[in-house]
């Protein structure tokens, strides 16, 4: 509640549990855009042995069917993703969940400093601007960045809801994404980190120019070549939201992307809950959701 709270806060200042409920009982509303989440998790393959032999001299069991499916399960969020150290440091310091907040702290030194791992992976995403450019578009029209047609792999352009919002359909797995989307192709990050606002926490400015219903994921990326020093000191200033500054912190607007993990040392976290391992796809529901806010 506090985190949603300081969303809404430009100064910037903590509201305590008592403020936040203050500010609730003035009645103002706002919307929030609800974040679409899938994770495809890792291929399974079945064998159907319905045809075992049935002749006692024989025993040879024939598989007679191979089937092979992706489970897919689907989230809904409104604060963030992380994939890389950040989501090591929420799940992993459980165990120091006696400390309070501070475990976080602790984790971060011990993850990021002196046991610092290296996470691969492949990052898609569709900038904002294409996706305005491309909603003029039909939907048939999109094609895969090799150059061939869309057919059912492509990311289209649905209809408009009913406020007007572009629907963005996202790609299938294994197939070319459709022109418009970036990739960085196995590249080598240390964190990942999604912002839906601009507060992971109510001590966390994560991400200062994000608005609860903008309609854009803020990716905040560091990658692996960031030294332990620079990397210590953007981690000291995620209280007042100093580490965008950091030339080493970069940050990705977007209205939808996919993360395909390409190394498995780290977690899919969202919202502070651990989900399945698999290539995560998201999108948006713009104004989703309804809250009470303060004073606009």
Same mark, same amino acid.
């Given at each position: 509640a506090r985190a949603i709270a300081n969303n809404n806060n430009n100064n910037n200042s903590n509201f305590d549990c008592v403020e936040s409920v203050f500010q609730i009982?003035?009645?103002?509303?706002?919307t929030l855009d609800v974040a679409s989440y899938k994770v495809l998790s890792n291929t399974v393959t079945d064998y159907d042995n319905a045809d075992s032999p049935t002749n006692p001299t024989t025993s040879i069991t024939t598989a007679t069917a191979t089937t092979t499916t992706r489970k897919s399960k689907s989230y809904l969020s409104f604060l963030s993703f992380a994939w890389g150290l950040i989501a090591d440091c929420d799940f992993e310091s459980e165990c120091l969940r006696w400390l309070g907040p501070l475990r976080s702290d602790v984790w971060a030194v011990y993850r990021g400093i002196f046991f610092r791992r290296q996470y691969r992976g492949r990052f898609s995403y569709l900038p904002p601007a294409t996706a305005a450019t491309s909603s003029g578009a039909s939907s048939g029209a999109s094609s895969g960045v090799d150059g061939s047609g869309g057919g059912e792999g492509s990311m289209m352009m649905g209809d408009n809801d009913d406020d007007g919002n572009v629907v963005v359909e996202m790609p299938q797995v294994g197939k070319p994404l459709p022109n418009g989307w970036v990739s960085f192709d196995e590249e080598e990050f240390l964190v990942f980190w999604v912002c839906n606002t601009s507060h992971a926490a109510y001590n966390m400015y994560t991400c200062p120019m994000a608005r609860m219903n903008d309609g854009l994921f803020h990716v905040l990326i560091v990658r692996s070549s960031c030294s332990r020093l620079r990397l210590l000191q953007m981690l000291l200033k995620l209280d007042s939201g100093g580490h965008i500054d950091c030339d080493l912190c970069e940050?990705?607007?977007?209205?939808?992307?996919? %993360?395909?993990?390409?190394?498995? #040392?780290?977690?899919?976290?969202?919202? !502070?809950? %651990?989900?399945?391992?698999?290539? #995560?796809?998201?999108?948006?529901?713009? !104004?989703?959701?309804?809250?009470f806010c303060g004073e606009k």
């Open positions: 009982c003035k009645g103002y509303t706002s940050v990705i607007d977007c209205v939808a992307y996919q %993360l395909e993990p390409l190394s498995n #040392v780290s977690y899919n976290v969202l919202d !502070g809950e %651990l989900l399945e391992d698999g290539i #995560v796809q998201a999108r948006f529901i713009l !104004g989703g959701a309804q809250l």
